[in-house]
């Protein structure tokens, strides 16, 4: 293991040198998922934009507030959750769904798991079009605190990142890792404030004060809100991020070369 470390941190940063690549990778993988459908990744926006106004109806007679606040909230929220969920989710399939090309091709491994997470990039702007849908209908207008927006999703990224590296490994290894992962982030779902509100509960409830995608969640959410994140969030989210990237980089290092004989 202790040679194996050196060699992994190379695939590594090999892999950043060619992420040309890996965005290829992940536009390919888009292409592929919606091959001869005619709304191709708007399907994605779709089907998030009738969540949207299902769950906001419901939600806003919940907590009986307006609608439109509701709704643009969920459009805010809702993808980034997604995004959140799926970068866990298919993080965990990242090296098994491109078994072919990795028995194939001799390009940096890490190159899948940092494709996939480009992938789920891509389809994040795609869903933010429900957003833009929301603030037009309802006419919000985000502040200039909206431009927080990009610094927040490189952090969240990197994060990301660091669980795709992680997570691809554990999931080629152990085939039950993905389903697992699945019903677990549908328990985030629910305990996480994507469709309700955090002063519902408390700022210093348990499942928002040690739930760490609730961070994530807020510091991306807040700019489009036109709110600044608190500090709070702002450092915990980075160091999540940092904790994340250096074990998902750690697992990934000390199994590059094992991982590809339990594909």
Not at 197 to 224: C, D, Q, W
Request: aromatic share 14%; net charge positive.
């Amino acid at each position: 293991m202790a040679l194996s470390i050196p060699f992994g941190v190379m695939d590594f940063f090999r892999g950043v040198k060619q992420i040309n690549i890996a965005w290829y990778l992940a536009f390919t993988d888009i292409g592929s998922r919606y091959h001869r459908t005619a709304l191709g990744p708007l399907w994605v926006v779709v089907a998030q934009g009738v969540w949207v106004l299902g769950l906001g109806y419901v939600q806003s007679q919940v907590f009986h507030v307006d609608f439109s606040k509701m709704t643009i909230y969920l459009a805010a929220g809702l993808p980034v959750w997604v995004f959140l969920t799926a970068n866990v989710t298919d993080g965990a399939a990242a090296l098994l769904r491109a078994k072919g090309m990795v028995t194939s091709f001799p390009l940096p491994l890490s190159l899948y798991p940092i494709g996939k997470m480009l992938e789920q990039m891509i389809l994040l702007f795609h869903q933010m079009i429900i957003f833009v849908v929301a603030c037009l209908l309802y006419r919000f207008v985000p502040n200039w605190r909206i431009i927080e927006f990009i610094p927040a999703l490189l952090i969240v990224s990197v994060g990301m990142l660091g669980l795709n590296l992680g997570l691809g490994v554990l999931g080629a290894r152990f085939r039950d890792v993905r389903p697992a992962l699945a019903s677990l982030m549908t328990l985030g779902f629910v305990v996480t404030p994507v469709f309700w509100f955090t002063e519902s509960v408390g700022r210093h409830s348990l499942i928002v004060k040690y739930n760490p995608f609730y961070y994530m969640l807020e510091l991306m959410r807040a700019p489009l809100m036109g709110v600044t994140p608190p500090l709070e969030i702002w450092v915990t989210s980075s160091l999540l991020s940092a904790v994340f990237l250096v074990s998902g980089l750690w697992a990934f290092a000390s199994t590059r070369k094992t991982v590809v004989s339990w594909l």
